[in-house]
């Protein structure tokens, strides 16, 4: 679902140029990069270039109010067997994000230690 309010930024950047910029930060060794410049780097590649010296990113920048019953959906790969859900996926807390002490390494958005869980409605 495209937000209202990003409708018109998203209707000025072509397909053609959000996946260059993709593909740029996709490029990048992250692992030899500061948190902060891969924070960077990731402002960078949502970013529209509106010219001008003028950009804007369509994150969203207040919190919103999710309706009870919403759906979240997570991927979450399991490998071939498909028996290891029977492990993996055995309670519920399993589903969720990660204990902290679990978080070894950095992840898209998160920081060593600091869990995230990444869904999609």
């Not at 000025?12 to 993709?22: A, F, P, W």
């Amino acid at each position: 679902m495209v937000l209202p309010e990003n409708k018109k930024i998203l209707g000025s950047i072509s397909k053609e140029q959000l996946v260059r910029q993709i593909q740029s930060f996709g490029n990048l060794d992250q692992r030899q990069m500061s948190y902060e410049d891969v924070q960077r780097e990731i402002l960078k590649a949502i970013s529209l270039d509106l010219g001008g010296g003028r950009s804007e990113t369509t994150l969203l920048r207040k919190p919103r109010v999710i309706p009870a019953g919403s759906t979240f959906f997570r991927v979450r790969y399991m490998g071939e067997d498909m028996n290891v859900i029977k492990t993996k996926m055995c309670v519920s807390d399993h589903a969720w994000s990660p204990k902290p002490e679990h978080v070894q390494k950095l992840g898209r958005l998160n920081k060593v230690s600091e869990p995230l869980l990444y869904v999609a409605a």
